[in-house]
Structure formats: C-alpha cells, structure tokens
C-alpha cells in the first residue's frame, strides 16, 4: 500500500512543481488531477507526457490514482455530467473518461476516479439518471478493458450516488470488472455512515482510497487528518484485516493556500495510525 497526495491540493502551483513538492514532503505516491491548471487531456501531448513520466519516476513516485472528477476546465466540479439531458453534454464526460485512461495506461496507474453520475437533474427520476449513466459506462469500459486500467466510481455527497446502498445497487448491474469504487473516507462519513463498516461491505469493489478528516457536523468540507472526527485508527485496522491491496491518497483541495502545511500535519497524524493499525509507515515521519 502506497499512501500518495493529491495535486489538487496545488492549484496554485504548476504540475511540475505540484510533483516536485509532493515529493519532497516524503509521499511515495502522486494521485493526479485530470483537469486544469494539471494533466487536463487536451493540454498535453506525447512529450509532455514523456516528460512527466521521467519526472515521476526520478522522483521516486508511484501514480496512485487519475483524479479525472472535476471538469474546470470546460464546466465545473461536477459538470458536464454523465447523467445530463444533453447528448452533447454526456459525450464531453465519456471523452474525457476515454482520455484519461489513455493517459493512466501510459503513466502506468491502474486506476481512475470519475464522478457518480452527477447531480440529479430537476424533474429526472433515478432509473432515467442510472440508464445514462450505464449508457455512457458502456463506451468507455471496452477500452478500460483492453488497456487494463479501472474506472473507479466515487460516491458524493448530493450526487446520484452518496451512500452504501446506491452504490452497491448500482454496481450490481455493471457486468465489467473494470469498474470499481474510489472509496472516499469522509464522503460515506458525511453521508451519516461509518466508514469502517461501509468499506468493510463494499470491499470487494474498492480500487483505490481518498482519506481526508470530516468535522463532528458531517458537512462536506475536506479536512486535515486530526482536525476533524473521523475514526481513522478504526477505518485503518479494518483495512488491514480485509487484506486491502490497493493505495490510498490524501485529498486536500481545501488546502490550497498551504499544501505544503498541510501534506506535512496529515503525514504527522497518519503515519504512526498507519503504524499501530500494522500497515508500517506510509511515508517518513514528516
């Protein structure tokens, strides 16, 4: 298990250096954000991503995850959707999907993490969002197939799929096991859940993990490990026992005044958690 940063928590800083940093604070993993001001697809060619390739590497990192959630580059954090009325709308998210695996499968990252449909559109039922959001699964898992890389769906508070029970009906319908689940911690803790018993249920989906600290109100604001309520000593033992295999990144966008700050308080929070729950350390004592 690898315990790797978000560079979304470095929208102030260019890719380059978002990496650089990462580094240098004692992550062994980088997740990218698939959108501006970063690896947003369409700004990137092949030297490019040659180039951020050997940066990677040099650096001693592992890709943990290809954040492709947010759209800012075209809309905003959850559009264009997959559930959209707009045919038009839904193909923007189907070829940014299709981009990104290209982009993981060339990095070498098993994974993506992309929205769980989106908002739920005014007078739109469940079952209309859920058959575009299967429609539009059904152009990008073939490719997801044949490059081998998973696109991880990740439940949101708001959006179409929040809770256990959403996700765990939709799923039983994917027939591919090229899609997964991006278990957010905080997200099921905001949803009125315990992580720990919410992993424990959906394990046999997950393919990557976003942690992050919820406060005691469970709003939807992303927080510095220790600063809020979560039980991470509980969610990480838990972890353990089911043999997770996967790696885990830290989300901190709301960190972006401080990233460094705030990637150096999480690693010194984390690290002896990961320690006492018998993972060994995720990164050097910061």
């Known amino acids: ?51 951020l390739k050997r940066q990677i590497t040099g650096a001693g990192l592992k890709v943990t995850n290809l954040n492709s959630f947010t759209l800012f580059a075209v809309g905003d954090t959850y559009l264009p959707s997959w559930i959209e009325p707009e045919a038009e709308r ?13 982009i993981a499968a060339f990095l070498g990252c098993a994974n993506i993490s992309v929205p769980p449909g989106g908002p739920l559109e005014p007078g739109m039922t469940r079952q209309e969002a859920l058959r575009l959001f299967y429609r539009g699964l059904d152009q990008v898992i ?6 081998g890389v998973r696109i991880l769906v990740e439940p949101e508070p708001t959006l179409l799929m929040e809770r256990t029970a959403e996700f765990s009906d939709f799923i039983g ?12 911690i905080g ?30 109100d469970r709003r939807h604001h992303h927080l ?16 353990k026992s ?15 005044d401080a990233p460094d700050r705030a990637g150096r308080e999480s690693l010194q929070v984390l690290a002896p ?14």
């Open 1 to 51: 298990m690898i315990l790797g940063y978000s560079t979304n928590a470095y929208t102030r800083f260019p890719l380059d250096e978002a990496v650089t940093r990462v580094a240098a604070l004692g992550f062994k993993g980088v997740e990218l954000m698939c959108d501006r001001p970063h690896l947003y697809p369409p700004d990137f060619k092949s030297p490019q991503l040659e180039a």
């Open 90 to 102: 839904r193909q923007i998210r189907v070829r940014h999907t299709l981009q990104c695996l290209e």
């Open 142 to 147: 073939p490719r997801a197939e044949a490059l």
């Open 173 to 184: 319908a994917v027939r591919s096991p090229a899609v997964g689940l991006n278990f957010d």
């Open 187 to 216: 997200h099921f803790y905001c949803a009125g859940e315990d992580p720990a018993a919410a992993f424990e249920t959906l394990f046999p989906y997950v393919g990557h993990i976003h942690i992050e600290d919820i406060g005691l």
């Open 224 to 239: 510095i490990p220790g600063r809020g309520a979560i039980d991470f000593l509980h969610i990480l033992r838990t972890m």
């Open 242 to 256: 089911l043999d997770y295999r996967g790696d885990v990144s830290l989300e901190l966008y709301t960190c972006a």
């Open 273 to 286: 958690l990961f320690r006492e729950a018998g993972w060994g350390a995720p990164a050097p004592s910061a």
